[in-house]
């Protein structure tokens, strides 16, 4: 037992990842429901310690990041977040809407008129915007809301720096500092430790997904399905094509990126990710002061994944009901929903909430998301590691045009 235990500890991470992967898709096809009410458990207890991780985490790295860098360079990489993430979305929208106009998934599928859908209710970008700003601190780390600890975590990172520049409390900053640095390094402990449980609760994860989906679902909106991954596969290109241009290695960046990636298919959760994908940015090398900004904020508002699966979503509906898209309508739909995946990140529910918005705005009818919600777990595995790769590429190129200014 030792021995095997031994093996286990002593192998690499993704192997490890990859096995779980492959396992889970075979015991949850063969053994159905049954198996995955018996592995749900397994699979939820990754999912605790990966959340107990996001608020430490999050805290300890923006403000030792922040204290590492200037207000200036602050400014400089928040602009450039903007713009890559907007950029990348809208691109996201464009594959999405090509691939599928290509391949027109959906067409010959009728639509069920009794079909009902729950809609979340979209809280609209004003309220995800004010909800930045947490009314009660305590409340930010309890929900937890992490774009409140974002902003919290900013807020007193420039104040502590702010103080550790003051002639009267330079000491004192510094005294802090130091405390916060060696909780950021207890927290990294902690992760390594969760690490070693991460191809288990993977493996359960997929075998559950696998076991609820069965194979009836996956045959039956294949096309659907297939179109989708057609899509990411190609945005994922764009993503190589991008680090290329800026210097960025390919084969570094996915031998440290490819955990994370696998850890958000199967988990279907970015933010829940986040410990991993903050690892993976180290290990590359980039420096505190950028990926401690850009991962958490990109876990929360940069959804590539979703922007193509919004655009897939529209061409499915308008093939279904035999209303082909314009031109026009196309560009509609890049325009809303680049806006529409930052606007309702981080919503319960948010992959239908996202596509219901968009739906509604273009004329689509909503009946249609019934459909697809047979296959959101199938949809979604793949949009959120498209997602999580975004965050990396995203923060790995910024680092390269940092460089200079990076001590």
Not at 225 to 240: P, Q, T
Not at 244 to 249: L, Q
Not at 318 to 333: F, H
Not at 369 to 390: E, F, Q
């Amino acid at each position: 037992m030792r021995a095997l235990l031994n093996i286990y500890l002593n192998s690499s991470l993704i192997l490890r990842v990859s096995i779980a992967l492959v396992l889970g898709v075979v015991v949850g096809l063969i053994g159905g429901p049954q198996v995955a009410d018996w592995l749900a458990p397994v699979g939820e207890l990754l999912l605790r310690l990966l959340k107990f991780l996001i608020v430490p985490i999050v805290l300890f790295t923006l403000l030792v990041g922040i204290n590492q860098a200037s207000i200036g360079s602050m400014g400089r990489v928040g602009r450039k977040l903007l713009g890559f993430y907007v950029l990348t979305s809208a691109l996201a929208m464009i594959v999405g809407l090509v691939v599928a106009s290509l391949f027109e998934p959906g067409s010959g599928m009728t639509l069920d008129e009794n079909a009902e859908i729950e809609v979340p209710e979209n809280p609209g970008f004003v309220k995800v915007l004010l909800s930045i700003v947490p009314t009660n601190i305590f409340g930010a780390f309890a929900e937890p809301n992490l774009l409140g600890i974002i902003f919290t975590a900013i807020v007193f990172g420039i104040a502590l720096l702010k103080v550790r520049e003051s002639d009267k409390h330079a000491a004192l900053g510094d005294q802090l500092y130091r405390v916060i640095e060696a909780l950021n390094e207890i927290t990294l402990k902690v992760m390594a430790g969760v690490l070693q449980y991460v191809p288990i609760g993977v493996f359960a994860i997929v075998a559950k997904t696998a076991g609820e989906q069965g194979t009836d679902t996956i045959l039956a909106l294949g096309d659907m399905v297939l179109v989708l991954y057609i899509a990411l596969a190609v945005h994922l290109v764009v993503y190589c094509g991008l680090m290329r241009a800026f210097g960025v290695r390919l084969t570094d960046f996915f031998r440290e990126a490819r955990t994370p990636m696998a850890t958000a298919f199967a988990t279907q959760s970015s933010s829940g990710t986040l410990p991993l994908t903050l690892d993976a940015a180290r290990r590359l090398g980039i420096p505190k002061q950028i990926y401690g900004v850009s991962l958490p904020l990109g876990a929360t508002v940069n959804m590539d994944g979703a922007a193509i699966r919004i655009a897939i979503s529209a061409v499915f509906a308008a093939n279904v009901v035999g209303i082909p898209l314009d031109l026009m309508t196309m560009i509609e739909i890049v325009l809303i929903g680049t806006l529409t995946s930052i606007g309702t990140a981080g919503v319960p529910g948010a992959g239908i909430v996202m596509i219901a918005t968009v739906f509604a705005q273009v004329g689509l009818p909503i009946e249609t998301v019934a459909l697809l919600v047979s296959i959101d777990a199938l949809v979604g595995m793949g949009a959120t590691g498209l997602n999580v790769t975004g965050d990396l590429v995203c923060t790995s190129i910024i680092a390269k045009t940092e460089k200079k200014h990076v001590t």
